[in-house]
């Protein structure tokens, strides 16, 4: 469901649009009116608002500058539906408040919808020539951010759902795996020397995976699959949220602000743990890779364990020559599943992976002007790296280079970790 | 609606529980789904909360210990719908939290109400003889404790629907009069001496109401109605929000905190005062009564206008004589309107009054023991009185001796004042 | 100090004037310079704070407008050392920050008292008769004011010292009575009726406890004594910090988003109570009179014991025949001592009494104009009336009618408290 | 004053010992004994605690370990004056309230500070020779982490007194230079390739500053001197702060929250800015560097400058082959001086750099086991890297290869920036 594998015509495009938009609409079947509007904590908005939203960004960035005639659905929108633009001129709602808006109503928001389908249809299709480059671009990266909302749909719905105590399951029809146990976990070796990292001039890719640009590595290894659970609960037993040893100051401190005891959903029920999944409350499988923690968790276990986590220079290097393959969102689990198989694996799908890696610019990064600037370049500071993708993205939405960020603290993302080490 | 109107018969205690139960949920049919769940501030409630509140009251007070093989619709409930009564065993969930709960749906909701109605008019009708006249008493503070909820149904969708700029309101349908000049202001003197205040023994009150007592008055009088919007905008115009003269210490200090600058829901908008009604936004009535203040406001109009707030003792004194009449629930304007005739008027309905009196124990006062005496003594303490009930009160809840209380700063219920002066 | 004492001549307020400022600085002696500074929490103001402050009182309120050709010491320190007054156009440094000031030096303080003093003898020598009777109630209300910081100085060293793991004692020399056992408590009956209370209108008294005025009162008895840490501690032994029952709603919160266990400045050390005094940390005496506790707690005590706090009125009334006599600052005990003898006692001294009254206008109050005005009517609003002073009041300073007043969770006063109960 | 000059003998190390003894004490000599103990945000603590910590330092590291005998002053003091070291066993005062506590007084520290001197000497003499090796290298971080100390304890009196309205100096006697013109700003360009960074094997370094390591760098130009407060003050007059447009997210919502309208210390008095010194207020000077500034605030300057900010890499590969030398704490000034001369200079002293990296673990990393891991390690999230000292660092402190690191919000250091670019 995304721009690549179109023939790059305007039907194709069009084609794509659709699948993007049902897509979208699809993974909110299974709410009840009264989960679309819910907000428990500022990071996880509303369902409601991010049908809306990614709707007023095709209104802000194409209809409004680039279809005659086009009248927005309501104007008033552009307030409650931006995210972040400072530049649009419409400032916004308060982030922390989406959650308090019970109108627009959830039918009011699918009316909205249809109004921008159609004005979007009818401008791939009729848009001139000249006006055509620019507003393929920006319907590219249009496309690429409902994605991105798509996998923000589903996390969002999983952290404000499991804040009501009757643990309501998002689609209780999932099928559960029997647990079992992880793999043996073996590493792979790099030479490293001057390497390339980031997107080329061609294809679509987000302004923060370019220019392409030489890194010089050290020697290193990766752990050939990701964390599992039982490797993490030996962590977790052998005390590692009580022991500041291993922490780094920031984590120890939120550690004991926030009383974490174990990743976000684990929860121990009659002395057995347990973790919630958007298919319910499921025993914890050992052999699954551990998800939904902190980098300073991630770091925290790397420090235990005497190794560390891989630099984006290191993962991207070491994935370069590997299928962009695994378990996305379009498995249908919704889930990550446990390793299965030999060589490097999970790279791409079942979790993101954090890595050591600060959220900057590559050398030589401009952001471009304008409002739609500041899609990715002003969050360079404060954030981590994290990359390939998780059981929550769209496969044809990743790439080799592609460049996920979150604050070292948020944890209700599909997480987790790879183990690295320096030679 | 309420109990004191029925013959006293079990079949009029049914009827009468059948009304209450009705006219809740009548208060409910303009909501849109998406309504139920709303909750900007932690004082004003969700919709859904109130009608599964109350609910909860009755199955914990009535069912459970009294109707033999009661089975509570959901056993969880009661830590979700459990306002604050430590003592049931039960906790309950944060009241600041009301809103983030997506589940039970607004139709299991309901489904609930129909649990607890099959089940309450079957204690009605069975309840033995013995038994009786503890769910007797029990019964008619349920159903009180459900008319004060209905109240609060209206203060809390108004202040919840007030948050979102698209200003929805409530009732569109609803009458807005036209605006006009508040009648002249007549002050009726008392000669006070020793009078007596508060419920006598007969007769369903709260138990803060009782006992009554002696009290010894100075001469006084009262303004023969409450103070309008044209007087209070005069204090507005004169800088009152802007001088901290007449304010009380913690007034002031709200002011500035909050950045007050008129009562809520006054908004400027084009240089013209409008206020939001619960049929949406009308244009500032100079006639109507002033509306939505905190007790700091009142106290400092009354101080710039050398004048003082009357106690609620010199309250109840002087609406001794005064039928129990005027703008309730009952007249369906959901709005208080301007002071018609002559003589001392709007003691009850259009607008609770704030008094210069703390909410504190009348002498010889006694809490009822176990958990349902956390009804009324434990606030006793920081909270103002307030008098007379309001244009969202039933006629049949109040009673001369009623005591409402709410904490100085808020300012949501429907509240106004009547200035007093000792002479 | 004070006013009452002297003969009414010049020459008496100025010794007045000279042993009320004396008396101060003799507080002060047994600070370190490091201690002047300190500010621990906002309501306990450092006493470098109180020296400057009081001066103020005088230099603003006095000095500036009565005393020609006056130079302020510092214009500057108009807004350093104002409380609290809106209106004297200065505005004030914050509360909070009062502590975040080392400048000006402990040295530069004491010269500003020079200034002040050698000013305000001056005055009092040459004030003509016209102004003259503004000029002597001023001071007498300057003065008064003094002997307020006075104890307010004391309580504030103690809390500030107290937030030091080191335990330093103000006065380590002070000595430590041997622990002993309370007297029996023994009831006391009045009738009441139609009494009289407050100030009447001659001699000096503040405001706040005028117009005097007629109460009814119900018969009612009071205890002849304080409550002892014995009794207390029964109640801290029953559970009384872990039971919601008895609490106040907010003071319920206040325990449990603070963490009380016992009163302020006790503490548990190797299985056996300790209290912090002035003179250092001591074994809980039994027999002492419990102290340094909230209204809450004050409260939550009389509930479990089955019986209530006395009204201001009740209070009055009965000590309305009682000599103003007790341990008070004068006896150099610096701590309450257990009641010994018959009768009703430790009415005054000793400590404060939280009555159950609400700190509100009598009937007919009214603040005096202009800044002066904002001593005590500002507050009639969330706070409590205690009477009867304390073990660091002066003497000269209290009267029966002195009302004074604190926020219900206030602790840091010497605060205790004695039952009653209306027959 | 610092280790790598000494002859490496143990007799020129207790030399050493005894020079920053002095130097820390010679810092204080302006002090009130009211300065002491003043901290008024977390950030600055107390002088009185600087004195003290670093005492601890010696005692906890070197004393207790490796001095027979050794009693510590006061065994309450390792609670007291640890900063942050989790596994010591001692915990630690809160960081914000390190100005909490007027004991011990002055003089007592002082005392502490002779009780470890003697000790250290003691040891520095007596110590055996298979203990000495580690002693060694505890007292230089020892010695280095005092240096540390020194420059925050200049750091922490300005922020101190800063918030003082009466604005002390902490030294009138410093001369102000007489304001003028920036030269021009010109640049010098580097080829890049594969270059090393880090200090190599041999001589005293921070543990993050290995290991030393290759970096492949881009071709890339940097400015020959500071931003100037002429230029700066462009950007300010230019809207910067008023402009979201150049700011990161999370500076712009730091800019809005803290209301910044200028680096701080800045203050416009009568139109005209003046800046506060540690001689107090002065003119602004057109040519010095502008200083005491966020990383947001350098960072959005560059932004609106069209150019970057250097790497920690392309910083450290430019300043490779220049003198250290400059203008440092030696110089007497505390305040930076304008560039004069030509080639690129102020890269030591003057201003701390904020670059464009991340404060992050070098490839093979890895932080020394127990509490004295501690130093640096554990703060490798969240900061960004500064480098080449400033006018209150000591020259002989420095490295080429040495690594500062703040928080991207924090002003209070003296901090600057020089502009980069990517040719």
């Not at 304008?370 to 360079?380: P, V, W």
Request: charged content about 25%; overall charge negative; proline content about 7%.
């Amino acid at each position: 469901m995304h721009p690549t594998p179109t023939d790059g015509t305007r039907a194709g495009l069009a084609d794509e649009f659709r699948r993007v938009r049902a897509l979208t609409e699809h993974l909110c079947e299974p709410l009840a009116i009264e989960d679309y509007g819910l907000q428990v904590v500022p990071e996880a908005s509303p369902p409601k608002w991010h049908l809306a939203h990614v709707s007023w960004f095709y209104e802000t960035f194409l209809l409004m500058p680039s279809l005659d005639g086009y009248r927005p659905f309501d104007p008033r929108f552009a307030h409650l539906f931006n995210s972040y633009y400072e530049q649009t001129g419409s400032g916004f709602w308060p982030r922390a408040e989406r959650g308090l808006l019970s109108r627009p109503r959830v039918e009011e928001v699918y009316d909205y919808r249809r109004h921008v389908d159609t004005a979007m249809l009818r401008l791939i299709e009729c848009c001139d020539a000249e006006r055509w480059p620019r507003v393929e671009l920006r319907l590219r990266i249009g496309l690429n951010h409902e994605q991105q909302h798509q996998e923000l749909l589903l996390t969002d719905i999983k952290r404000n759902l499991a804040h009501n105590p009757l643990r309501p399951a998002y689609r209780a029809d999932l099928a559960a795996p029997a647990p079992g146990a992880p793999e043996p976990l073996n590493w792979v070796s790099f030479d490293g020397g001057l390497v390339e990292i980031g997107a080329g001039a061609e294809g679509f890719a987000y302004d923060n995976e370019r220019p392409r640009h030489r890194v010089f590595l050290e020697p290193f290894a990766l752990a050939d699959r990701l964390v599992s659970n039982a490797e993490f609960l030996a962590f977790v037993e052998d005390g590692g949220y009580h022991d500041p040893a291993h922490w780094l100051s920031d984590g120890w401190a939120r550690v004991r602000a926030e009383g974490w005891e174990a990743p976000l959903y684990w929860e121990r029920v009659d002395g057995r743990w347990q973790t919630l999944t958007l298919g319910g409350m499921r025993p914890l499988d050992p052999a699954e890779p551990v998800c939904h923690l902190s980098y300073y968790e991630a770091d925290a276990y790397a420090s235990w364990a005497g190794k560390s986590l891989p630099t984006e220079a290191q993962w991207e290097h070491a994935a370069a020559g590997v299928a962009l393959a695994g378990n996305f969102l379009d498995s249908g689990l919704l889930h990550p599943r446990p390793a299965r198989g030999s060589g490097i694996r999970q790279l791409f799908g079942d979790l993101w992976e954090w890595t050591a890696s600060a959220y900057l610019a590559y050398p030589g990064y401009r952001a471009p002007g304008g409002a739609i600037g500041e899609y990715n370049g002003k969050f360079m500071c404060n954030q981590m790296v994290l990359r390939g993708g998780s059981c929550v993205s769209s496969r044809d939405h990743l790439r080799l280079s592609y460049r996920n960020f979150f604050y070292p603290h948020e944890r209700w993302q599909f997480k987790g970790f790879r183990l690295a080490e320096v030679e």
